[in-house]
């Protein structure tokens, strides 16, 4: 893999895919975007596709029939790219570990690279837990490099 | 062009890699004073050259389903028509470069062709959000290239009434007589109209809210671009930020050429600096009135609000400024 460029974290856009959330994850990410927050100072944008996207901010545990669609949002995504758990439900499955039909944490499905916990977690927690996966992408780099 | 073909090319690239960055600039200012009108700190003002460079890094990905040329090709050609856009308006003082060879017509075309090859791209990704925002977007290149047309070419008939002689739609021609100084008061009046309608015009022809329909993110996922990523999404990008530019600049040429440096009294290389500071400046009003205000005071219309506000409105308006320029000449 090539070396990022400095500006790459500068300006990570993040799609949001709920997986079977209560939405009060959804509501703190949202929380995140607003003026009080304001996650574009950083650079952080919502899109509205994940091909646009460099983070996939995944809530909830992941549910039978979102699993397939998790895995096909996360290959939409063009690399490089992380993915930021929002929430204790996709950390671990939460409240809903033992439900019928979960198919487990988030990263029983797709590779993560931050967790951020939290029931539901704060909108700061979310910032830095974005601006964390800028450093694991390139701890993901240095690695390929290396290897 | 008494320099030659070297002088030209250096000409042409001064011209094509300032407006990008002059693009970029302005996007970034867009942003920031968005924000700032919202409450918010708003991202720093060199984030739209983050953004791209941190496009240019990313996968570009081709759908599978996707006819590859088309799909790769309209971001080069809608770069390519917004850059040459460029080369035939007058950039603060100076006549464009290649004013001898395109009008004022071939202007409104090449405004349309970043419009077509959105289309074009948007139906080759073959994805039902981007089919959906291509035929959106058609939809708003039916309405609003009438009144734009009507107001163009009004300008255009009125300066060949007072100057039989001068090739009126030629932009330099335009610029060095800028109408104002001839019209009598309904003449203005018309103007101030047209002006206004050209206004409406702009934030449309940007696919910027209230018209950022084509695009919707928050119902059709960004629509034409819902399948673009990495280097093409990042020409898109550019052409987007070079067209607000281009826009800005086709305006300031019609309604406001005035320099500053013969009022001033000034000569020599002062007087070039401070007609081009004088040119961004009024390009920053232009874009500040057209596109900042208006994308943070609206919400986004639906197509059918849009094309009716184009079809009766500004066509209404356009047309009124018309007659008054006619009357203005009967008088
Ligand atoms: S972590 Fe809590 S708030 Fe978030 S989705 Fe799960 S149950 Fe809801």
Redesign the interface.
């Given at each position: 893999m090539?070396r990022?460029?400095r500006?790459?974290k500068?300006?990570?856009w993040v799609y949001h895919v709920a997986t079977g959330s209560c939405n009060g994850c959804d509501i703190e990410i949202v929380a995140a975007l607003t003026?009080r927050y304001?996650a574009?100072?950083?650079?952080i944008m919502?899109?509205?596709?994940p091909?646009?996207a460099?983070v996939l901010l995944v809530t909830g545990p992941v549910t039978r029939p979102m699993r397939e669609r998790l895995i096909r949002i996360y290959d939409?995504t063009?690399?490089?790219k992380a993915v930021v758990v929002v929430g204790g439900c996709g950390s671990t499955g939460g409240v809903f570990y033992d439900s019928y039909n979960v198919r487990g944490p988030v990263d029983a499905v797709v590779p993560v690279a931050v967790y951020v916990p939290g029931c539901p977690c704060r909108p700061e927690a979310i910032l830095d837990g974005v601006v964390k996966a800028a450093v694991e992408l390139e701890k993901l780099e240095r690695s390929e490099v290396s290897a | 062009m008494t320099g030659g073909i070297g002088a030209a090319i250096w000409q042409g690239a001064t011209v094509l890699i300032g407006g990008a960055l002059l693009g970029l600039v302005y996007k970034g200012i867009d942003r920031k004073l968005a924000a700032r009108m919202q409450a918010r700190i708003g991202p720093p003002l060199r984030q739209p050259f983050f953004d791209v460079v941190k496009l240019l890094a990313k996968e570009n990905v081709v759908p599978d389903h996707a006819i590859a040329w088309l799909f790769n090709g309209a971001p080069v050609v809608s770069l390519a028509a917004v850059s040459s856009l460029l080369f035939y308006l007058p950039l603060g003082g100076f006549a464009p470069l290649l004013g001898g060879h395109g009008d004022l017509v071939l202007v409104i075309y090449l405004l349309a062709v970043p419009a077509i090859a959105m289309m074009v791209g948007g139906f080759a990704a073959a994805s039902p959000y981007a089919s959906v925002g291509a035929q959106r977007e058609m939809v708003m290149l039916m309405s609003y290239e009438f009144p734009l047309v009507i107001a163009l070419v009004s300008i255009a008939w009125r300066l060949s009434t007072i100057l039989p002689e001068a090739s009126v739609f030629s932009l330099s021609v335009l610029a060095a007589n800028p109408l104002w100084d001839w019209v009598g008061p309904l003449g203005a009046v018309g103007l101030v109209l047209l002006a206004l309608a050209l206004l409406v015009v702009t934030p449309a022809e940007l696919s910027k809210i209230p018209f950022d329909i084509p695009e919707a993110e928050t119902e059709i996922a960004g629509g034409l671009l819902a399948e673009y990523s990495g280097r093409n999404l990042a020409l898109f990008y550019l052409a987007d930020a070079v067209k607000t530019v281009a826009m800005a600049a086709l305006l300031v040429a019609l309604f406001f050429p005035y320099g500053l440096a013969d009022r001033l009294w000034l000569s020599g290389p002062l007087a070039g600096l401070v007609d081009v500071a004088f040119f961004l400046i009024k390009v920053l009003v232009v874009v500040f009135f057209s596109v900042i205000v208006v994308r943070v005071g609206f919400a986004r219309l639906k197509i059918d609000q849009a094309a009716r506000l184009f079809w009766i409105p500004v066509t209404g308006i356009s047309l009124v400024g018309m007659v008054l320029l006619i009357l203005d000449r009967v008088a």
């Open positions: 090539r990022l460029p500006s790459f500068r300006a990570l003026p304001d574009e100072r950083f650079g919502l899109t509205g596709t091909r646009h460099d939409q063009p690399d490089p | -």
